[in-house]
């Protein structure tokens, strides 16, 4: 049994491909479940369908899937231009701190403009921070990877200087939080009675806008050029510079204005930790949606749902922690691999073709 | 619009709050106690304890509980999320185990009024909310004086996690102790941001043995330290529970939390509906904190000594903070024959002189 490349991907794997991939997720997830001593359709449904059994679990939902559809779009833009933005933790904590100093700083204030200007504040903060890699690589040639990756430690132990220090609740016990932010710097609810807020609205208008961008656009052809074959961009004068800023500023934009509503949203104050590793995941996210907004956009579903899903097993069936690692490592793991068959088909024959594979 | 939002908001909270309200304990039904947890029960310090805590309430009511627990939740958003999970699916007791819940645990027990809360290292409160912690700076002063008398160099080492009031009132009170029966003694703090990296802990106990330190104390959660120090041949003290097996040789004792007779006494008041809303400090009299078994290459008169402060604690003659106490600039904080209030050593944020290092601010 063997690989043989296509000679152009498959269109009809690229719908089986994904079916294929929950198929086995399913099976090994059940064969992993019955192994341990839990009942493996009890232990699949509850991780798959009974977050999802009410408004607050659909909500709740969409909510942790928010910054990851955001931050993987925007990632996606770059990942298609060949540059690869591993910073969007940082990022996003940036837009955090820039969002929640714009808060602390507009304490005393009311109004309907104090949310646009956090929010504003916090796309501004984490394209200011992308834009570091951004100088790097354009003038120094810095490889962006290691670069932006690098960033994120600093950005992290800057929230924690702040929340420690200058900005640290005057009520708080010398605790590491600042104070909670005031109703005009929160995201109001989307749905009353839970947590999902207005932000959530963002994702299907950037999702729609990077769409019209990436295949409608000259900036958009030019991205794909430079990323595939980046001599043929530049034989046809396309500028690699212009791809780096844009994809660099557009990726770090998103991913604080991602680190903004997390602080603006559910957690409505600067803490210690704002992200539970968002920035990583949505490589993951970007990784699953093959690039593309619509893809990443249930890419970050499924993602969450894991998420909700790894909860709801540890709490409703006790099922410890590693086993719901595992499980999640393995549905990644059949997403990425069942994407092979679309650009390769499995041949069964030992023969050895000596003339390649075109 | 915003009171539209509010009352909206109002209506909504005061539907669920009914809804799950209604579905009360009957007394034939076991009593449903859940546990979140900011790391995983395997770090065999901060979570594994009240891990344990969670096993001896198991013990004690056998089918009358029913014990739920959420591993390595990230304390941000993703907090609230669970500890509304728990109140949704039944239980009535709901202990939230790091500082980093205190808001969203206040935010969950606003909704859910007939379920109980209990949140531990916090300040804020409710009717349904309970506050608990451990008096962990005690165990940490007599460390304090087992490892001065431990020590050749007189440079102890401490790794330290997050430079929140407890973690700084853990470092003055083991410098205290071995001040206390060492005036040469210094401590050597080195901060690794995390509660639980056994990567960096290491790295930290390296570090610090670099420096001459011979006996080191964390307030970190791994074993990374204790493993590290039981292959240089240096002292070692455990953190939240007994680290003996991690480095039999160098393991010379471990301030151990203890939350079994807290946990216990909370859910039998659960079940007997005298449950209020408490604000708990203990430390060595209520057993919350003790020490770990010494290490056997510990001299007798070491060990007694040790046991006389712990004796001298417990029964309340001797406080960790007792003046003259001067802070890392020289000056006096604590004139002599004074002790801090509870209130000021909640918030402390300064380093005694004799640490070296400093509280980042």
């Known amino acids: 049994m063997r690989l043989e490349a296509r000679l152009e991907p498959s269109r009809a794997m690229m719908v089986a491909a994904p079916l294929l991939a929950v198929a086995a997720t399913l099976a090994a997830g059940g064969l992993l479940f019955a192994a341990l001593g839990f009942d493996p359709l009890a232990a699949l449904f509850t991780f798959f369908v009974s977050p999802l059994g009410d408004l607050t679990g659909v909500s709740e939902w969409l909510l942790k899937a928010t910054p990851l559809a955001l931050i993987a779009i925007g990632l996606a833009l770059g990942f298609r231009g060949n540059v690869w933005n591993i910073g969007a933790e940082g990022q996003l904590t940036m837009g955090a701190v820039a969002a929640g100093g714009t808060a602390l700083a507009l304490y005393e204030a009311s109004g309907f403009w104090v949310l646009p200007l956090v929010l504003t504040a916090g796309v501004l903060g984490g394209a200011a921070y992308a834009a570091l890699p951004a100088v790097l690589r354009t003038r120094f040639h810095a490889n962006e990877i290691l670069t932006s990756l690098m960033l994120n430690y600093v950005a992290i132990l800057v929230l924690a200087w702040l929340v420690h220090g200058p900005w640290r609740s005057p009520e708080g016990y010398n605790f590491p939080e600042t104070r909670m932010f005031t109703d005009a710097a929160l995201l109001p609810a989307l749905i009353e009675g839970t947590r999902l807020h207005v932000g959530a609205l963002f994702v299907p208008v950037v999702a729609l806008v990077v769409w019209a961008v990436l295949s409608r656009s000259f900036l958009g052809f030019q991205i794909k050029v430079i990323g595939l074959t980046p001599a043929a961009g ?14 660099l500023l557009v990726g770090g934009g998103l991913a604080g204005l991602a680190g903004a509503m997390e602080v603006c949203g ?10 539970p590793g968002y920035g990583y995941t949505a490589i993951i996210a970007a990784f699953l949606g093959r690039s593309h907004p619509l893809g990443i956009v249930l890419a970050a579903l499924l993602l969450a749902l894991t998420y909700l899903g790894g909860d709801a097993a540890q709490i409703a069936l006790a099922v410890p922690l590693a086993v719901i690692q595992v499980f999640q490592g393995m549905i990644l793991f059949f997403l990425l691999a069942a994407d092979v068959l679309i650009r390769y088909r499995v041949r069964f024959s030992a023969r050895v073709q000596t003339g390649g594979t075109r | 619009m915003k009171i539209l939002r509010r009352t909206g908001l109002a209506l909504a909270l005061a539907l669920t709050a009914g809804l799950w309200g209604a579905g009360g304990a009957r007394a034939d039904e076991p009593l449903k106690v859940g546990f979140v947890y900011v790391g995983p029960i395997g770090d065999h310090g901060y979570s594994y304890q009240h891990n344990q805590g969670r096993l001896a309430v198991e013990k004690h009511f056998g089918d009358k509980v029913k014990t739920t627990y959420v591993e390595n939740v990230p304390e941000g958003a993703d907090a609230e999320r669970v500890i509304r999970q728990l109140a949704t699916s039944g239980h009535q007791l709901i202990f939230t185990t790091s500082f980093g819940f205190m808001n969203p645990t206040v935010k969950v027990a606003k909704q859910f009024p007939k379920v109980k809360f209990e949140h531990a290292t916090g300040y804020r409160r409710a009717p349904n909310l309970a506050i608990y912690t451990a008096r962990f700076y005690e165990g940490r002063y007599a ?21 929140i009031p407890e973690v700084v009132r853990g470092v003055n009170a083991f410098l205290l102790g071995a001040r206390s029966v060492d005036p040469k003694a210094e401590v050597r703090v080195v901060w690794v941001n995390s509660w639980f990296d056994p990567g960096k802990e290491r790295e930290a106990a390296e570090a610090l043995m670099a420096q001459g330190v ?30 003996s097996r991690f480095g039999p040789k160098s393991h010379l004792t471990a301030i151990v939390n203890d939350w079994s007779g807290y946990y216990i006494s909370r859910v039998q008041a659960a079940m007997d509906g005298t449950w ?8 060595f009299d209520a057993g919350m904190v003790h020490l770990a078994p010494f290490n056997p290459a510990m001299p007798a008169a070491v060990k007694a000594d040790v046991l006389k402060v712990v004796a001298a604690i417990t029964e309340k003659k001797l406080h960790p903070f007792t003046g003259p106490i001067k802070d890392q600039s020289g000056k006096e904080r604590v004139a002599a024959g004074q002790t801090l209030s509870d209130a000021e050593l909640l918030k402390m944020n300064w380093f005694v002189e004799g640490v070296v290092g400093s509280v980042p601010h």
């Open chain 1, 266 to 275: 559910p957690i409505g104050q600067l803490v210690p930790s704002v992200s």
């Open chain 2, 276 to 283: 209020t809303s408490t604000d708990t400090w203990k430390g």
């Open chain 2, 143 to 163: 460390a304090g004086v087992a490892a001065a008398r431990m020590s050749k160099t007189h440079r102890l080492g401490y790794i330290a996690s997050f430079p």
């Open chain 2, 214 to 243: 011979d006996v080191l104390a964390q307030h970190t959660d791994s074993a990374a330290p204790v493993q590290a120090a039981e292959e240089k041949g240096v002292w070692a003290i455990g953190q939240s529970s007994d680290m």
């Open chain 1, 234 to 247: 530049s034989y046809a004068g396309f500028s690699p510079n212009r791809v780096i800023w844009f994809s």
